[in-house]
């Protein structure tokens, strides 16, 4: 049997489940986070903060955001509404910025796949940020900050040199097509948020490979499948990101 090869950021654990029924299974825990862009000379840059290397995603470089709690709901019993609420709580509690939620996009939507590991099921946001917003982070949750080009955030984890998750990674790989922040928000705001459920498998060299709808091996879990591509490879010496089935 081939011996997995796994990415250090490789965040899936056990990919044996293939189904949310399946005993052992955890259901994922509603959250939302939200990307905020400023203008920088010449692009635009994305408020990113490193996780206490105790808690969950430690040591790994996220945007703002957290899971959603039952007072996020309020009165309307609806998830986005929730969603959007956690998604400002969260920023204000890990960066002291304070957000409207009317601001949001709704972009994306990512579920990890089954597996016995605690999951986060997430809504993505994106927002533009004002001149006066200034970051406290807590030294808590949250110990360091930084406002980066999404292709320097790239640059960076390909050199090893900060750790990002696959929905990020993702995210800021799409983002680094775009040279405005105008362009970004013009674009998500005329698209059909995307949907991620993710599967994972490991492929006859040992990688192990996140596809979504659309990749030829997604509905048998077959990473060897011949056909469209729709996948994060994520082998030891980095990500690489095949598609030939979505618009970006």
């Known amino acids: 049997m081939t011996q997995d090869k796994q990415h250090k950021n490789d965040m899936y654990g056990n990919i044996d489940a293939r189904s949310e029924s399946e005993e052992g299974v955890l259901p994922p825990i509603p959250a939302a986070t939200v990307v905020l862009l400023r203008e920088a000379e010449q692009s635009y840059e994305v408020l990113m903060l490193k996780k206490n290397s105790k808690i969950t995603f430690g040591g790994m470089w996220v945007f703002p955001g957290g899971k959603i709690d039952p007072e996020d709901y309020g009165e309307e019993n ?18 002291g910025i304070s957000l409207d939620s009317k601001d949001f996009i709704h972009f994306a939507h990512w579920t990890p796949p089954p597996g016995p590991q605690k999951r986060f099921a997430t809504w993505f946001f994106i927002a533009k940020s004002t001149d006066v917003m200034s ?17 320097d955030a790239l ?30 928000l013009d674009h998500f705001s005329k698209t059909t948020p995307k949907v991620y459920e993710t599967r994972v498998v490991k492929a006859s060299d040992g990688d192990r490979v996140a596809m979504w709808k659309g990749d030829a091996g997604y509905g048998d879990w077959d990473a060897d499948a011949a056909g469209d591509r729709h996948r994060l490879v994520m082998s030891p010496g980095g990500f690489s990101f095949e598609n030939n089935v979505e618009a970006y």
């Open 155 to 184: 640059a960076k984890h390909s050199a090893g040199d900060i750790d990002l998750v696959p929905p990020t990674w993702i995210t800021l790989h799409h983002l680094s097509l775009y040279e405005k922040t105008d362009d970004v």
């Open 135 to 151: 970051v406290e982070i807590d030294e808590g949750e949250i110990k360091d900050h930084q406002w980066i080009k999404p292709s």
């Open 78 to 95: 609806d998830l986005e509404f929730a969603a959007r609420a956690a998604a400002v709580r969260e920023t204000k509690e890990e960066t």
